[in-house]
């Protein structure tokens, strides 16, 4: 069972517009998220975090949104680049217990930012 | 501070031989873990390990995969017998392992084609 959704596979966004990339998610032990980029060939890289306690986190142009109760979160990035361009994955994790850490995946959203 | 490493970054082999792969973690970080990654997927949780204890094994992980991560630093993933299915992106993350805020952070991946 896909415990981690993305259900949009791609996004095309103009340079210097809004990218919203979304996330919903199943398990309600999950109280850790992250978004990851990744480029062709390379390792995923982490982007941003958060907490369940909170429901909003900003780093720079990038703020992730996290709606408990509807087990959903997004990721937004203001202004989008063109070197945002990559397939965005968020992920998930219990923050405690013996299974801290192991992070569940989406399938991952390709991001295309046109100048 | 120069990141998770992975060697090699490419293998080819044929189905039935065998294979290892390595893993250096981020010096200080504790927690090692490793992922599959196939074309169009997320990352899926394989194994991790705290310092020299691996703690848990995924489904995923069938017999003929073993880990080791011998005095708690650099770790190996072998696969026996390679199987054409066994054709992936294997990744490597590793974090401080700290409970409620566990980021990983990935290796390049190190990418096995059976044929």
């Known amino acids: 069972d896909q415990q981690v959704k993305q259900n949009s596979p791609s996004l095309s966004v103009q340079e210097g517009r809004i990218s919203i990339l979304n996330c919903d998610y199943t398990n309600s032990m999950f109280d850790y998220f992250l978004w990851y980029k990744k480029y062709p060939a390379e390792g995923p890289t982490f982007l941003i975090s958060i907490s369940s306690i909170k429901d909003k986190n900003e780093d720079g142009r990038f703020t992730v949104f996290l709606n408990k109760s509807a087990k959903h979160l997004s990721l937004h990035i203001v202004p989008s680049q063109p070197g945002d361009s990559a397939v965005y994955f968020c992920a998930a994790s219990p923050a405690g217990g013996t299974s801290y850490g192991k992070l569940t995946f989406g399938q991952g959203t390709i991001l295309t930012v046109h100048p | 501070d120069t990141g998770v490493s992975q060697d090699p970054r490419h293998k080819i082999t044929k189905r039935g031989q065998n294979v290892t792969f390595r893993c250096d973690p981020i010096s200080e970080h504790n927690r090692l873990y490793w992922y599959r990654q196939t074309l169009g997927q997320g990352p899926e949780f394989l194994t991790y390990?705290?310092?020299?204890?691996?703690?848990?094994k995924s489904r995923l992980l069938s017999d003929r995969f073993s880990a080791e991560r011998p005095k708690g630093s650099f770790s190996t993933l072998e696969i026996q017998r390679t199987e054409q299915g066994d054709s992936a992106m294997y990744l490597c993350a590793s974090s401080l392992g700290l409970a409620g805020t566990e980021t990983q952070y990935f290796g390049p991946g190190t990418r096995l084609l059976v044929l």
């Open positions: 390990f705290q310092n020299e204890a691996q703690l848990e």
